[in-house]
């Protein structure tokens, strides 16, 4: 039976970021009539952040299309197992196989940029040792992950950057949803946050159709047109 209803586009934001890195996209898919949800992840652990995904997606009465940015890839890469996934879109990021953790698909390239700018915060646990919370260099964080976006932007971004516990990078994947779910994938071919070889690598064992942006790790907002014709073609896709 032919679908009628037009998938809900659930926008999953990725490390050193909050939701807010879509501002540009969401109104290009908002004129469309599109519905747009984009949560918060907690940025705490991949299994955790990937379950409070799939609950999000879980609560959307209809079909489903889930973009996922840098390690937001790596979360909608388990969240996307949910039924009401019908496709997933990842943008300058990680397409991990079932596993398989941040630190070993990162591990096959030489490291980028990002590798010597990364900040080490420890953070308070209740019942349990110190966590580790992993930013980004303030100073830094305008040329390694927005170089092509606004400096005065920039600026604001790396003053309010959302860090990621440092144990997202050693959990192995419980589950790959491109196996099972049709994929598209951008390549940020400026990217010095994560190598382009990595997001290459990971596209191109998972099948995925791809295209390349010459971009900064933040294309969503350095190349919003870009990222919502890609989106578009995802959700025609599904529709």
Partial sequence: MAQTTAPTVVLVHGAFADASSYARVIPELLADGLDVVAPAVPNRSLIGDAAYIASVVRRIPGPVVLVGHSYGRAVITVAGVEDNVQALVYLA????????SLGELQGRSPDSDLAEALVHTPFPREGAEDGTDVSVDV???PEIFAADVEHELAEVLAVSQRPLAAQAFTEATPAAAWKTKPAWGLVSTSDHTINPDVECFGYQRAGMTTIE???SHLV???HPKRVADLIREAVRAAG
Avoid: C, I, P
Avoid at 93 to 100: D, S, V
């Fill in 220 to 222: 969503m907002l350095a």
């Fill in 139 to 141: 100073a830094k964080f």
């Fill in 213 to 215: 942006v010459d971009s």
């Fill in 93 to 100: 990021g990680y397409a991990l196989e079932q596993g398989e």
